[in-house]
Structure formats: structure tokens, C-alpha cells
């Protein structure tokens, strides 16, 4: 299994509260990706990193900010949690060369 | 704008027989097409690739089969077993882009009934 922790894997919050979601590689691929997945629409691109502070935009990244300070860590932050946001939220790694490996998943629920 | 399209969002089919995911897509620049499966509190898994080179990758039970023309994929999976009722992705990428950004359909659920 590829090396992808994501934290935390649960997490209620409330509306207006800034929140941030870790994901942690040990496979030292070049590309990182945070989707969410919600009923009805799949996995929908939110952000993406091809290197360390390179980030780009996703498909629905409004309301979403990332940073990459290391190889290892891409953080997801929302600045101010709306209800919208509850989702879960899954990262990838990628190497480019083969297959996204997904993490387990964070259900974010915002009160 | 949907830009990869599965049509079914659920598929029921009988322990032994042929399993067929469909998927289509609108983009003529994804050129490299894989399937995710995801069971319940767990994130998606690799299943199958093809690039567009191809028509056909097989792998075990699984087989993709992808005709550029139709903008068409399908997936099919021989014989299906209890274990395999998930919910099935088809994703697709455009190499030459760079990030490797996967877009993904909404997903088919697919029950093998015992």
C-alpha cells in the first residue's frame, strides 16, 4: 500500500471556523491532489501541488487554500467552514508516471 | 460540463456472470484512462488503465476496452463475485498536460448478488 496518512479522519466543526486537513506521504511522489466526494458528483478536483510550494487550482477550489512547505506534507485549509464544505475529503499522490494512490479519507461535518 | 460521464449510477448482476461499466467522455485531449474501485469508509483503489494506444488491457477478471471514436469506455469484469460489489470510478487524464489531474465520473455502484 502506498504511504498516505491523512488527519484527521473525522472532524466536526462550526460554521465560521477556519480548518485544516493534513495529508502525509512516504513515497516521495512529486504530485499531491486534494478531492472531496460528495453524493451525486463523484471525486471533484480541489487543489493541486506539483512540487513544493507549487500549488495550482482544482475544479471547486472557492473557500479552499493549500500550502506545501515539504515534499511529504500538502495541507488543505478552510479559512471559514460552511455548510457546503462537509464532504469527505480525500488526497493523492501521483509520481506521474503510473496511477494515483488515494488516502483513506477525512469526513469533515460543519455545524 | 460533465466531462467524463457514467450513466448508471447502480448495477445489479448475478455471482458468475459479466459485470459492463460504461463510461464516456467529452474531452479529445484525456488520453489515458484508469478505473477506481471504492468500498464503504475507504479510499478509492487502482483497478485498470489503458492508454489511448490501446483498445484493450486486461488484468485477471478485469478487462478495459476503449474505443477513441465513440469517446467510449467500457469495464468489464469476469466472472463477478460477491466481493466485488463497490462503487466503480472511471477517471480520465490528459498526459501532455503536466499535472496528471485526474476527472472523474460520479461513479456506478455495482451489486453481485449470491
Known amino acids: 500500500d502506498a504511504g498516505i496518512t491523512q488527519s484527521p479522519r473525522h472532524k466536526v466543526t462550526e460554521t465560521g471556523t477556519p480548518v485544516t486537513l493534513r495529508c502525509h506521504q512516504t513515497?516521495?511522489?512529486?504530485?499531491m491532489y486534494w478531492y472531496r466526494q460528495d453524493p451525486g458528483h463523484g471525486l471533484r478536483l480541489i487543489h493541486y501541488s506539483y512540487g513544493v510550494k507549487d500549488t495550482d487550482k482544482g475544479e471547486v477550489s472557492d473557500g479552499y487554500s493549500v500550502s506545501r512547505s515539504k515534499t511529504e506534507d500538502f495541507l488543505l485549509t478552510l479559512e471559514s467552514a460552511t455548510s457546503s464544505q462537509t464532504s469527505v475529503y480525500f488526497c493523492a499522490i501521483s509520481d506521474g508516471n503510473t496511477e494515483a494512490f488515494f488516502g483513506q479519507g477525512t469526513r469533515l461535518t460543519v455545524v | 460540463d460533465q466531462q467524463v460521464k457514467q450513466n448508471s449510477p447502480s448495477l445489479s448482476v448475478q455471482e458468475g456472470r459479466i459485470s459492463i461499466l460504461n463510461c464516456d467522455y467529452t474531452n479529445s485531449m484525456f488520453d489515458y484512462f484508469l478505473w477506481y474501485k471504492k468500498y464503504p469508509a475507504e479510499g478509492p483503489t487502482f483497478l485498470i488503465s489503458?492508454?489511448?494506444?490501446?483498445d484493450k488491457n486486461e488484468d485477471g477478471r478485469f478487462t478495459v476496452f476503449l474505443n477513441k471514436s465513440a469517446k467510449h469506455l467500457s469495464l468489464h469484469i469476469v466472472p463477478s463475485q460477491p466481493g466485488d460489489s463497490a462503487v466503480y470510478f472511471c477517471a480520465a487524464t490528459d498526459s501532455g498536460a503536466g499535472s496528471y489531474q485526474l476527472t472523474f465520473g460520479k461513479g456506478t455502484k455495482l451489486s453481485v448478488i449470491p
Open positions: 489503458i492508454s489511448s494506444i490501446k
Open positions: 513515497e516521495n511522489h512529486r504530485y
